[in-house]
């Protein structure tokens, strides 16, 4: 029997592929399953359970939550990365560390082939396929739902006929969730008129009564939450996700240009990834000069861009990412957050770098580091170009 390391959540399309695979096409599947901080022991426990019934080789779980943080996550936060200014690529990052293990397990047990679940109108097929036929050239890529043309419905339909017990009500709605936020994809983000139902998402609002947290950054990474210690930045970013979670913050609907050259919409709820990257964009604004925040905007909006659409093993995202670190030398301090039902409001820092300094005087009341001469003389050497430029063009009527 061929070996094929599948690509596995315990969802719809990842059971449809394991049962389809070892039953029909008769591979012996070794299912692994990524973990990039989205599954609580219980539920990697009832996965491997479910994932026992279905006559596949093995099943293991790969961890890679940590190295998710220190290779992609900490340089979307030094970037503020957020895709159309609405989005924390919260399936798309994940994916590249996800195809990264899968690879690097099928070299390990020797497994010619390697098969995930996407569908052939969305972004993961090309985001899986890209990485893997970079690092594991010579694999047969099997895509079961991508060939097939199948419809969440006719999965449905099969796995009920082969004896599969889940949730088919909840498999209605594709939920992918991880440490950088939960994805929720179902009939309404299928059109442009509608929205997502209040129980489609996974995280429900339980506490109305406002609080405030406070967030502390050390040269751009997440250390300290309303003042406790964390040596790790992945349980700082634990840490604001439970705070946040019981006012259901951070939910919205991203609208974008896929890979593939169609529109599309994905529902999601990421509150600990929105409020942190605010928080360190409100930061950054006190602590950078203009011409940082302005070629950091450039470069991380590309940054964002190319990671999206795959193209995480390009060098030039080293090059890039080397950039958005030196950056974040004085990114440090204090920022305050209001929390509230279904929002979360930026209140202010505190900043030994903080460049909005009174010593040298405030914003539209008092100068202290020039006089009114020097301005007078500033401007108008400032304006001299544009000056010289319409005395000479005769573009301005002068009457």
Same mark, same amino acid.
């Given at each position: 029997m061929k070996k094929v390391v599948l690509a596995y959540s315990g969802g719809l399309d990842t059971t449809f592929c394991a049962i389809h695979l070892s039953q029909e096409k008769g591979y012996e599947v070794h299912a692994v399953l990524v973990n990039t901080g989205g599954f609580s022991e219980e539920e990697l426990k009832t996965t491997e359970k479910r994932a026992g019934k279905l006559g596949i080789a093995?099943? =293991?779980?790969?961890?890679?939550?940590?190295?998710?943080?220190?290779?992609?996550?900490?340089?979307?936060?030094?970037?503020?990365?957020?895709?159309?200014?609405?989005?924390? @690529?919260?399936?798309?990052?994940?994916?590249?560390?996800?195809?990264?293990?899968?690879?690097?397990?099928?070299?390990?047990?020797?497994?010619?082939?390697?098969?995930?679940?996407? #569908?052939?109108?969305?972004?993961?097929?090309?985001?899986?396929?890209?990485?893997?036929?970079?690092?594991?050239p010579e694999a047969e890529i099997i895509t079961p739902i991508r060939d097939l043309k199948l419809s969440r419905e006719a999965e449905? =339909?099969?796995?009920?006929?082969?004896?599969?017990?889940?949730?088919?009500?909840?498999?209605?709605?594709?939920?992918?969730?991880?440490?950088?936020?939960?994805?929720?994809?179902?009939?309404? #983000?299928?059109?442009?008129?509608?929205? @997502?139902?209040?129980?489609?998402?996974?995280?429900?609002?339980?506490?109305?009564?406002?609080?405030?947290?406070?967030?502390?950054?050390?040269?751009?990474?997440?250390?300290?939450?309303?003042?406790?210690?964390?040596?790790?930045?992945?349980d700082a970013i634990l840490k604001v996700q439970e705070l946040a979670d019981p006012y259901a913050i951070g939910r919205d609907i991203h609208v974008g240009d896929t890979i593939i050259g169609i529109k599309g919409r994905v529902g999601f709820e990421a509150?600990?990834?929105?409020?942190?990257?605010?928080?360190?964009?409100?930061?950054?604004?006190?602590?950078?000069?203009?011409?940082?925040?302005?070629?950091?905007?450039?470069?991380?909006?590309?940054?964002g861009n190319h990671l999206h659409e795959g193209h995480y093993l390009d060098p030039v995202m080293r090059n890039l990412e080397a950039f958005l670190a030196d950056t974040q030398q004085f990114v440090t301090g204090e920022v305050k957050v209001a929390l509230k039902p279904y929002q979360f409001q930026l209140i202010g820092i505190d900043s030994p770098h903080d460049l909005m300094s009174a010593k040298f005087g405030s914003y539209g009341e008092m100068n202290k580091g020039y006089t009114a001469e020097d301005v007078k003389g500033f401007t108008k050497i400032l304006g001299?170009?544009?000056?010289?430029f319409h005395k000479v063009n005769q573009t301005l009527d002068n009457d």
């Open positions: 093995s099943f =293991e779980v790969l961890d890679v939550t940590q190295t998710y943080y220190n290779e992609v996550i900490k340089y979307l936060i030094f970037g503020n990365v957020l895709k159309n200014q609405t989005y924390p @690529l919260s399936v798309s990052a994940e994916r590249i560390l996800q195809a990264k293990a899968l690879a690097e397990y099928a070299k390990k047990i020797g497994a010619k082939s390697i098969a995930h679940g996407s #569908t052939g109108a969305g972004n993961d097929q090309v985001r899986f396929d890209m990485i893997f036929q970079t690092i594991l449905i =339909e099969y796995l009920k006929k082969h004896g599969v017990e889940m949730n088919f009500e909840k498999a209605k709605y594709s939920i992918n969730k991880g440490i950088w936020g939960t994805s929720v994809g179902g009939k309404e #983000t299928l059109t442009s008129g509608d929205t @997502l139902p209040e129980e489609a998402y996974p995280t429900q609002l339980t506490k109305e009564e406002p609080t405030k947290i406070t967030l502390q950054f050390e040269a751009g990474e997440l250390a300290r939450v309303n003042g406790d210690k964390f040596d790790n930045p992945v509150a600990a990834p929105l409020i942190i990257i605010k928080a360190h964009q409100l930061l950054e604004k006190h602590t950078l000069t203009k011409w940082q925040t302005f070629w950091k905007n450039q470069l991380s909006e590309f940054y001299n170009q544009t000056a010289i």
